[in-house]
């Protein structure tokens, strides 16, 4: 018998879907970028493997801390913590604050960790709703009550591909900062975007705490190197809490993300690439979605998903019989809360080949089963 505070959490849904992929599925369920390192990167991961192999300060390396704090008015010493992933990130940060009997606001649709982590923790996830079609919040709608330890932020959305504007976070902090709350904001997508560069909750209030890594942006999902970055007291039962889970993160990820910041000129060039290319995709995706679905959804202006109407009551089902009639995966929209029901999740981190058979197939299973 697993512990009680495990008691029905599973592998997530999308692990689930994921894992009734055959060598001939077209995968758009998948939820990291088709990134692959060039040659500039490979040669900055040969070096980054030359460097210590020991431990660092739980907090993570100094040197790194301290290009992490560049143009913010954070502490490096006291005030960011690198972390295996920003998974690791939001389970550290809710070991840390968070209570039995607290709520924790996530959003609905939204990432479905924030709700699972929350509750690991003995909290009640209280679900806010983002509205379709464009995904809007408005603020005073959060469900704020006097049990409310905490609200997650995360804007570009996973799975949205929404990105909030800057006076709506304006509006969360300050609702926050009124109930005594703690605001995290998952900005993991924030160098994904399109039209304009998405605004950060970075310095909207002491309350706020800002996670981000290196997943999305630079194809380095494996290498599980993300941080966080908050006020000293919010801060510091955190990276005891990191302490206990990972010592610290791999040395070898955070030398890499050191050098990846010190190739400036590069990185820029790597960021406007990777922009470019879930451009195309992301063009190519809405193309097939209004021709083989027949669906019109506004572009998402960041991350690398387009949340998508489909008439099908179950998408649950709906999304295991694609995978297994269709040979293609999507993400049903339920994975990501109540109110993604009726939607799939179409992942465009994929080749526009790949987007187009994928969207293709999905078209094909809706007019052979009449609807
Ligand atoms: C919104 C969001 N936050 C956090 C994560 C976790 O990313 P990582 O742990 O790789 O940094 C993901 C991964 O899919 C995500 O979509």
Known sequence: MPADRLAGIELSLIRQINALATPLSTNLGIGEPNLEPDETLR?????????????????????????????????????????????????AIFQAHVNPGDEVLVPNPGFSSYATVAAICGATPVPYDLEPPAWTLDASRI??????KLIVVNSPSNPLGAVLPAETLKEIARLADERRALVVSDEIYREIWYDSAPA????????????????????????????????SEILKPVVTAHQYIATCASVFSQALTEMIFDAAEWNASWLDGVRQQFRAQRDAALYSIRH?????????????????????????????????????????????GSAGEGFIRISYAASVEQIAMGIERVGRWLRTNGR
């Not at 194809?219 to 993300?226: E, F, N, Q, V």
Request: hydrophobic share 45%; with cysteine.
């Open 200 to 231: 950060s909750m970075t310095g909207l209030s002491p309350n706020v705490i800002v996670v981000n890594g290196m997943s999305k942006s630079h194809g380095m999902t494996g290498l599980r190197l993300g941080w966080i970055q908050a006020r």
């Open 292 to 336: 083989e679905l027949e669906a019109e959804i506004g572009s998402p202006a960041g991350a690398f998903y387009a949340f998508v109407p489909v008439p099908a009551c179950d998408t649950l089902a709906f999304a295991k019989s694609l995978a297994t009639d269709a040979a293609v995966l999507v993400i049903p929209g339920v994975a990501f």
């Open 43 to 91: 040669a900055l991961a040969r070096r980054a493997a030359t460097t210590s192999w020991h431990y660092s300060a739980n907090a993570g390396s100094l040197s790194l801390r301290k290009k992490l704090c560049a143009n913010t008015s954070f502490d490096p010493a006291t005030e960011c913590c690198v972390t295996a992933g920003t998974q690791e990130a939001l389970f």
């Open 143 to 148: 469900p704020f009550t006097p049990k409310t």
